[in-house]
């Protein structure tokens, strides 16, 4: 039995280890258990040869700063398990206490407290700011060659005067696009020139490339984050899917080209905790990160986890009596996150809520909220609007004036009288509003017919633009914007503009979206929207059999088991397993290395129990 530090040196440092040093791990199932794989407290033997190696732990005047995190391999026959020796304490008296980590214990403590920000990030710089548009245009186009982002408009909360009207107020439009005669082949975005606004009785100068920005892929995004911490992201469903491959992560740095070059640090998040942006990739979707050999990392959903076949029946094994111990059965309660406006304060949190208050929902297909509501009747609003469906909740009371009830985004409600596991994705929803126009009392209006993304804010990070209205002053914002998703659209889409002559304006124009949608009756674009309840929603893609297994199934099964150390290490616990004829998960296998015992077997079952 050896434990050697992870240097390049040759031959490797090697720990000295008490007489019969036999330490306890455990491997653990990701899927069933955030513990990770670890061992239990270990205590090394205070030696000057172990102090020298690691630092001199125990003294305050060393020349060296201590190393209290510890690269190394524990080893014993052909038995090689790299991992972080985490050390507790130091002292002459007591010797050294650690705990090892294998690295499927340490993939996500790397990660623990570092910012995005903190990460390297790509940086593209070009000879100037127009040569960067055309680049971007180029990839807008997906006519050659396919970026780390997408591009599509994207409204925001600051209101700037329409060039032409001093006196008329719009939402300010990132990526805003126009197109002469109606041809994507000669699509140019609005920021191309330098503009100026009247607001306020101020000038306000816009850069060239003022209000272009690109938004990165998440399958780019989760590429980089494992492989800045020393892994390799294998091709994965959001590389392939046909709608999570288009899936990106808005940003609100409406000068982020300006200066010439493209900082994709300037597009993410900066102070969110990396943990925070891979617990909302695998809340979201139902995955985890399972690292393989190598230090490559795996995708893995629960669907697959639960329904795929086994792998090895490991009935032979077993030493003793299976013990059985039930486990009271729950449901999955997933909720949203709506904290921006138009959809922030609303009442309802769930269809199910509405209903118990309401009765019913009656459904109408409506453009517009124009028409006649009638008096204490709840309606479900499916507005077309030519390209997209967007769902809400809209009430009249008698004096018929609307107000909105509920956002597009319900939560996914436990209405089986079973505790809950609830969930938490922690990204914000992503309200799809309607073109140029002002959001008024929830409601939205305007003149322009096309939908997009709403986001808030702005900030500004390359240039010292400001905006100023009659309420309220939009300084250089530094603050992040939340995690935000969207999809990007495929292909061009039509948008009309009425003019005061009465006639129409066609354009064309690049969507992004949270919800599937149909276009002049076409079938719906890709197979998922980002919401957890009605058509197409992840609950129903990557939760529906979780749910399942915690209601009908889930029994922890316990055994005593005769495994040899490398068929635990080499054991793959992402895939189910067949135990006396059960179908099971292993969630926890304890086991001492360097003697040969049985070991201790937790397992959940698969089998699920009719009601």
Same mark, same amino acid.
Not at 195 to 218: A, M, S
Not at 280 to 303: C, L, N, P, S, Y
């Given at each position: 039995?050896? $434990?050697?530090?992870?240097?390049?040196?040759?031959?490797?440092?090697?720990?000295?280890?008490?007489?019969?040093?036999?330490?306890?791990?455990?491997?653990?199932?990701?899927?069933?258990?955030?513990?990770?794989?670890?061992?239990?407290?270990?205590?090394?033997?205070?030696?000057?040869?172990?102090?020298?190696?690691?630092?001199?732990?125990?003294?305050?005047?060393?020349?060296?700063?201590?190393?209290?995190?510890?690269?190394?391999?524990?080893?014993?026959?052909?038995?090689?398990?790299?991992?972080?020796?985490?050390?507790?304490? +130091?002292?002459?008296?007591?010797?050294?206490?650690?705990?090892?980590?294998?690295?499927?214990?340490?993939?996500? *403590?790397?990660?623990?407290?570092? !910012?995005?920000?903190?990460?390297? @990030?790509?940086?593209?710089?070009?000879?100037?700011?127009?040569?960067?548009?055309?680049?971007? !245009?180029?990839?807008?186009?997906?006519?050659?060659?396919? +970026?780390?982002? =997408?591009?599509?408009?994207?409204?925001?909360?600051?209101?700037? /005067?329409?060039?032409?009207?001093?006196?008329?107020?719009?939402?300010? %439009?990132?990526?805003?696009?126009?197109?002469?005669?109606?041809?994507?082949?000669?699509?140019? =975005? &609005?920021? *191309?020139?330098?503009?100026?606004?009247?607001?306020?009785?101020?000038?306000?100068?816009?850069? /060239?490339?003022?209000? %272009?920005?690109?938004?990165?892929?998440?399958?780019?995004?989760?590429?980089?984050?494992?492989?800045?911490?020393?892994?390799?992201?294998? #091709?994965?469903?959001?590389?392939?899917?046909?709608?999570? !491959?288009?899936l990106v992560l808005l940003n609100n740095t409406a000068d982020a080209i300006c200066a010439g070059y493209i900082d994709y640090k300037q597009l993410i998040p900066e102070q969110l905790d990396v943990m925070d942006f891979i617990n909302? %990739?695998?809340? &979201?979707?139902?995955?985890? =990160? $399972?690292?393989?050999?190598?230090?490559?990392?795996?995708?893995?959903? @629960?669907?697959?986890?639960? #329904?795929?076949?086994?792998?090895?029946?490991?009935?032979?094994?077993?030493?003793?009596?299976?013990?059985?111990?039930?486990?009271?059965?729950?449901?999955? +309660? $997933?909720?949203?996150?709506?904290?921006?406006?138009?959809?922030?304060?609303? *009442?309802?949190?769930?269809?199910?809520?509405?209903? !118990? &208050?309401?009765?019913?929902?009656?459904?109408?297909n409506l453009d517009v909220l124009d028409n006649y509501l009638a008096p204490g009747t709840l309606y479900l609003i499916k507005s077309r609007m030519q390209y997209l469906l967007v769902l809400s909740s809209w009430h009249s009371d008698w004096t018929n004036e609307k107000s909105l009830i509920s956002s597009p985004f319900w939560d996914k409600a436990n209405d089986t009288g079973l505790p809950s596991e609830d969930i938490e994705p922690g990204d914000f929803s992503v309200p799809m509003v309607k073109g140029d126009g002002t959001i008024d009392n929830g409601g939205i209006s305007g003149y322009h017919e096309f939908v997009m993304p709403y986001i808030g804010g702005i900030r500004n990070l390359n240039s010292a633009v400001t905006m100023n209205d009659a309420e309220a002053t939009y300084e250089e914002e530094k603050e992040d914007l939340q995690m935000m998703l969207c999809f990007s659209v495929p292909g061009w889409r039509l948008a009309t503009e009425s003019t005061g002559s009465g006639t129409a304006i066609i354009t064309f124009q690049r969507m992004g979206s949270s919800f599937c949608y149909t276009m002049n009756g076409a079938d719906e674009w890709g197979t998922l929207n980002l919401m957890f309840t009605e058509e197409n929603n992840l609950y129903d893609a990557f939760y529906t059999h979780r749910d399942a297994m915690l209601r009908h199934a889930n029994q922890i099964v316990e055994l005593s088991m005769k495994l040899s150390a490398e068929d635990i290490v080499g054991m793959d616990l992402s895939v189910p397993k067949i135990i006396n004829g059960m179908k099971v998960l292993i969630e926890q296998i304890d086991f001492v290395l360097g003697r040969e015992d049985v070991c201790r077997v937790t397992a959940r079952t698969l089998h699920q129990f009719e009601e």
């Open positions: 039995m050896n $434990i050697y530090l992870d240097t390049n040196q040759n031959p490797l440092p090697q720990l000295m280890l008490p007489a019969g040093f036999a330490p306890e791990l455990s491997r653990t199932n990701p899927f069933l258990t955030d513990m990770g794989s670890q061992s239990i407290p270990l205590t090394l033997p205070a030696s000057d040869h172990n102090m020298k190696l690691l630092g001199f732990l125990h003294r305050g005047t060393s020349t060296t700063r201590p190393s209290w995190k510890v690269d190394a391999i524990m080893q014993h026959g052909g038995v090689y398990m790299r991992g972080v020796l985490m050390i507790d304490s +130091a002292n002459k008296m007591d010797g050294i206490t650690c705990t090892f980590y294998t690295n499927e214990g340490q993939l996500y *403590e790397k990660m623990n407290g570092i !910012k995005m920000g903190d990460l390297t @990030w790509q940086k593209e710089q070009y000879s100037s700011v127009p040569a960067l548009i055309n680049v971007i !245009k180029e990839v807008m186009r997906e006519t050659s060659f396919v +970026a780390d982002y =997408f591009i599509f408009p994207a409204m925001t909360s600051n209101q700037v /005067v329409q060039e032409g009207k001093s006196d008329y107020l719009v939402n300010f %439009i990132l990526n805003e696009t126009i197109s002469t005669n109606g041809l994507p082949a000669t699509i140019s =975005f &609005k920021g *191309e020139q330098e503009r100026e606004w009247n607001i306020d009785n101020q000038k306000i100068k816009l850069p /060239v490339g003022y209000g %272009i920005t690109p938004f990165l892929r998440v399958s780019y995004i989760l590429r980089i984050l494992f492989y800045r911490f020393g892994y390799s992201l294998n #091709t994965n469903m959001f590389d392939t899917h046909s709608s999570l !491959k288009r909302m %990739i695998r809340k &979201k979707f139902g995955v985890e =990160f $399972i690292e393989r050999a190598g230090g490559r990392i795996d995708v893995v959903t @629960w669907t697959g986890a639960i #329904t795929g076949s086994f792998d090895r029946d490991l009935s032979e094994y077993v030493v003793g009596h299976p013990v059985y111990k039930a486990v009271e059965p729950t449901a999955i +309660a $997933i909720q949203m996150n709506r904290a921006l406006e138009p959809y922030a304060s609303v *009442e309802g949190t769930s269809r199910d809520d509405l209903l !118990k &208050k309401y009765g019913q929902l009656e459904v109408l």
